[in-house]
């Protein structure tokens, strides 16, 4: 994986990724794919002496317990609710083997990158970015977005600092595990001390850039900031955010719009949603079609997380993290 695009001179080495990818790694738990791999990153170019040199960064991570034979079926049908047939129809061609941009391994690159980014904006704004699993099907965790820390999140294996429903959903990615069948839910991510300024006020929305962001993720199927849905239940009077002074600082006295007004930051907690769907390999006979269009029945094979939730945590967070740190950039560039 390439990062293009990082400021020189900032303090990087394999330590400072190693651990988001980590959180983000196959086979960490019992709620998890069991695939096994170590994941471990090296930094091949862009650095010198420890610190960015300004150029392209070259980071590589090893694939060491692939089983392309488990995917022999699906060389000849698609997998319901997969890519499989709509990279065969776009291209005349595609990787069956279980790799390729439609496999979940291509995260890394993001989590990689992202932990870069976020060491770039705790160091130069002391930007914080957290995320964790609100909910999972219909069981929701009660958390105070502006007091929840990191150590409440790692805490257990669903990465839910409700240690309640924490214990209850990894309950319930058990059973859906045992039946051979998946489960989604919701991820919320919580960004505080972004500064006054950030976005534009058009086309790259720093909302928007957030949204496409989180949807580009695999199993997303949803995004929503601030009151999101819930605001379209609200009045005017009810959703408005009222601004005080104190000290010369300007405040909201509630965020409702979730940090950003008019596409630009406004300086309280960024708050949002994204949706992940169950994950669409359960290991059940279903309908499908073959590459001659001919009808057939597809049983799931291989090992696959029951719940992407949990490895999803960093993902989301290195995703808001790259949106972020090329406003930050843009910012600077424009208004200095």
């Not at 291989?302 to 910012?331: S, T, W, Y």
Request: aromatic share 6%.
């Amino acid at each position: 994986m390439v990062v293009d695009g990082c400021p020189p001179r900032i303090e990087l080495t394999e330590a400072d990724i190693q651990p988001d990818l980590d959180r983000r790694r196959p086979g960490q738990s019992k709620i998890v794919t069991p695939r096994k791999e170590a994941d471990r990153v090296q930094i091949l170019s862009g650095t010198f002496e420890g610190r960015t040199l300004g150029t392209p960064i070259s980071l590589w991570v090893k694939d060491e317990d692939m089983r392309p034979e488990t995917y022999s079926e699906m060389a000849t049908k698609f997998r319901p609710s997969h890519a499989d047939y709509t990279y065969a129809a776009k291209y005349g061609i595609r990787n069956w083997q279980g790799g390729g941009r439609t496999s979940a391994r291509e995260t890394i690159g993001r989590v990689a990158a992202g932990a870069l980014a976020k060491k770039i904006l705790r160091q130069t704004h002391g930007v914080e970015i957290l995320a964790y699993v609100k909910q999972v099907q219909n069981l929701a965790a009660e958390v105070d977005r502006e007091k929840v820390q990191s150590g409440e999140i790692e805490a257990n294996i669903v990465r839910c600092p409700d240690s309640g429903a924490a214990e209850k959903m990894v309950e319930l990615i058990g059973k859906m595990r045992a039946e051979g069948n998946s489960v989604g839910g919701v991820i919320e991510a919580v960004i505080r001390r972004v500064p006054v300024g950030w976005g534009e006020p058009v086309f790259d929305r720093l909302e928007a850039d957030l949204a496409k962001a989180m949807l580009s993720l695999p199993a997303s199927k949803g995004f929503e900031i601030g009151s999101g849905f819930a605001g379209t239940l609200l009045t005017g009077l009810e959703h408005n955010d009222p601004f005080r002074s104190e000290g010369g600082k300007v405040y909201t006295t509630k965020n409702d719009s979730g940090g950003i007004q008019g596409g630009i930051s406004n300086g309280e907690t960024i708050y949002f949603r994204v949706a992940f769907k169950p994950v669409a390999t359960v290991m059940h006979e279903q309908d499908t079609v073959d590459e001659k269009f001919e009808n057939t029945t597809l049983k799931g094979r291989g090992r696959h997380d029951p719940c992407v939730l949990p490895r999803a945590v960093p993902m989301v967070e290195a995703m808001a993290a790259l949106v972020l740190v090329d406003h930050a950039l843009r910012h600077k560039a424009q208004c200095g």
